[in-house]
């Protein structure tokens, strides 16, 4: 809902690179968000 901030959006580019998009992290992305 709230506009991804550039902080956030370095963090998700951050966790991609790390490891492969997988439907559990995005839930726990948002979770945190």
Known sequence: ???P???Q???QI???L???PM???QQQ???IK
């Open 1 to 3: 809902m709230i506009p």
């Open 5 to 7: 901030t550039p902080q």
């Open 9 to 11: 959006q370095q963090q």
């Open 14 to 16: 951050k966790q991609d």
């Open 18 to 20: 790390m490891v492969p």
């Open 23 to 25: 439907p559990q992290q």
């Open 29 to 31: 992305q948002q979770q």
